[in-house]
């Protein structure tokens, strides 16, 4: 009887895995008829159903676009403003266990490139075409009116994120988007290129270029999400936090539902935040200075075969000083920046390392394509040759001095400083090569490390592929990996082809012919062409230069064999002027197929909507009237009152004894004004780059009912940043009067905002609480601003 039993069971068993196979090889068969080209994929059409009674008609089979049989989990890890000699996987001083452990698994990439800024290489790794197809020729506050800069991506130009979502993936972002005009991130849209129309169906993040890491101002979706005031909170650690629920949800819902996930934290871009403990890790281990580093970090990189042998490091900027030359107290003061960059990066790396391991721990870990790329572009110089307390500095040309930083040496990387590092080790952090981040001219601006890992495909484990690729080659990549066919059309538009060729070739093969051959470079005026080992660029502009070295037809052309001269040290423009021209001559042509010209090397004049022909949501406005509830106006959304006379005026009413809290703020404890009530008195603070405070404020509280507060300030005028006098009215008598010597003529903050009843992220003014303990305790009928 048992056996007999036995054998029917085992038999149902048989059925039911027969079953399951035919199923599968059904589902599999249905899935390769399916036209994934065009996208959506149509819903097949049916006769129509001509039996009247349910019980005798049979259901069509149910439509669901899948992902290709066994298509992987995709993770893609975008590091910010990371050089190539910053990571210990790559050579550098900077531990990062989670990025060794993948690349001992996997592979690593020593010859790959991006762009040289943030904006753009964002866009060319999220579309594979290059950054000015994707109309994001610079950053998306510096875009312009020519084809190529606009700052608006094309519909003919589908993200990845959208690809994989309508070919069955579940798709979400976390962390730093940067890739949305700036006159679109308001309440009032478009939302079609935010993060929940490109193709992401979760996004947690920030929409600028940089955030407060201890306070930043965070969007879920398109929804404004107040962090919380803890003492313990940090955005890269919340990220993380997301990411990880969010993939366990997915994966506990729909388990064999394929997710990418896009995980691009703040890190490693100013400002540099990170709790104390990560950067006390390296005290003392930057002491021997950035030329020692550099010599050390290239003989690290040879030993790990990630460098040729007999690489020879690349000279130094001339505006670099040897670290001999520095003075005590700039010794002490850039080795605590540096410990705090190092600490800030590690700790990223950490955070990673907790997504890694909970992909690990649902047991889909082999099946994921796991691309970590260390750095969107080379360090970043851009603190200049001191650094800075506070980065909004560098924005609006106000140079910091070592004396001034000093004053916050023990509270660097706290949420009292905004800070950055001297561009020594930004020069340091991108050995063996000499330029950084901008230069797009140079591979310190431009070749960043990166690993891939993929089990269950790539069987090679800790070798090397330096093979020439570029970040517009990631999409293709993963195309090619989830046997998806690159699309002719999404959502109705015909697609312009993909620029970039799939890496997958390398996998398998150390010595596989380069298939990427030729790539043009160009941030700001710096710009280069590559072809076949030939690399021949100009640097126009240091990142700590204001002003351009030479006009656009004077500038110098530096000439390189790469397959020879790894670090770019030996100049070949003069030994070989007729490559040199060759390629000067292939550049333009790169240049004019692919909408980079006319160049646009202006700096201060592309912050300026109106001089560059960028559209402005205030549109030549004077006037804005705002009301209670509306917050998180961003800089670019809000009137302009930098560099102008302005009043504001408030109609408010005071409930019984008395009110107190904000009224209308704009930017925060590194830049910005407020008009608020303390102790019930009217006041108004101008905070100069958190450097001076002036404040104009009333002796006496305004009794309850209701008041109409002025302040107007009649700007000096005769340039830019200059001062003016405030005076302060209620109800049409003077009540305060006082002097603003300073004013901020660029930016008041890259993410902080104007508030209508409260000061959110971080106070303009000290002493009157943070974020909801701002909030305005009585009624605000209307606020309005005029500029004159």
Known sequence: M??????????????????????????????????????????????????????????PPRFEVKAPEGAPNVVIVLIDDMGFGTTSTFGGPVAMSTLDRLAQSGLRYNNFHTTALCSPTRQALKTGRNHHTGNTGSIMETATAFPGDTGVLPNSVASLGEILRLNGYSTAAFGKWHETAPWET?????????????????????????TNQWAPTLFDGVTKVEPPHDPNYHFTIDMTNQAVSWVRYQQALTPDKPFFVYYAPGATHAPHHVPKEWADKYKGKFDQGWDKLREATLKRQI????????????????????????????????????????????????????????????????????????????ASAEGGMVGMYNEMTYFNNVPETVEDQLKYLDRWGGPETYPHMAAGWAVAFDAPFMWTKQVASNYGGTR??????????IKAKNEVRSQFHHVIDIVPTVLEAAHLPEPTAVNGTKQTPIEGVSLAYTFDDAKAQDRHRTQYFEIFGNRAI????????????????????????????ELYDTRQDFSLSHDLAKENPKKLSEMQNLFMTEAAKYNVLPIDDRMVERFNAELVGRPDLMGGRTSLSLGEGMTGMMENVF?????????????????????????????????????????????????????????????????????????????????????GAG????????????????????????????????????????????????????????????VK
Request: glycine fraction near 12%; charge should be neutral.
């Open 303 to 378: 030993e790990l075969d990630v460098v040729p042998s007999g690489t020879k490091l690349a000279g130094k900027p001339d505006a670099i000083k040897g670290w001999d030359q520095l003075t005590a107290d700039e010794k002490r003061l850039f080795t605590r920046q540096v410990e705090v960059f190092a600490g800030f990066a590690e700790q990223t790396d950490h955070e990673i390392g907790r997504l890694v391991k909970a992909i690990e721990d649902l047991g889909k870990l082999d099946n994921t394509l796991f691309i970590y790329i260390a750095g969107d572009n080379g």
């Open 2 to 59: 048992k056996k007999r039993v036995f054998a029917i069971a085992s038999l149902i068993i048989l059925v039911s895995v027969n079953s399951e196979a035919a199923k599968a090889k059904k589902d599999a068969t249905q899935s390769a008829r399916i036209d994934r080209t065009v996208l959506p994929i149509s819903e097949p059409k049916h006769a129509p159903i001509t039996e009247l009674d349910v019980r005798k008609a049979k259901a």
């Open 448 to 457: 960043n490390g990166m690993v891939i890992h993929w089990p269950s495909r």
């Open 639 to 723: 009137i302009n009152v930098k560099n102008h006379p302005k009043t504001i005026t408030a109609e408010i009413e005071v409930p019984q004894g008395g009110a107190k809290g904000v009224i209308l703020s704009q930017g925060g404890r590194f830049g910005g004004w407020s008009l608020y009530l303390k102790d019930g008195k009217p006041a108004y603070t101008y905070n100069f780059l958190g450097l001076n405070h002036y404040t104009v404020s009333a002796a006496d509280a305004l009794q309850a009912g209701k008041a109409t507060l002025v302040f107007d300030f009649a700007y000096d005028g005769g340039g830019l940043g200059k001062g």
């Open 530 to 557: 590559y072809q076949d080992g030939w690399l021949a660029g100009t640097v126009h502009r240091a990142p700590w230069e204001y002003q351009v070295r030479h006009p656009l037809t004077e500038d110098a052309w």
């Open 727 to 786: 005076t302060l009215s209620v109800n049409g008598r003077k009540v305060a009067e006082g002097r603003i010597d300073r004013t901020q003529p660029s930016v008041f903050s890259a993410d902080e905002t104007a508030d209508v009843g409260v000061d959110e992220a971080t106070p303009v003014v000290d002493g009157i609480g943070e974020g909801p303990q701002t909030r305005f305790t009585g009624k605000i009928e209307k606020v309005k601003v005029e």
């Open 186 to 210: 308001s309440v009032s849209g478009p939302f079609a290129r935010w993060p929940t129309l490109q193709g992401f169906d979760k996004f947690y993040g920030f929409m600028g270029g940089e």
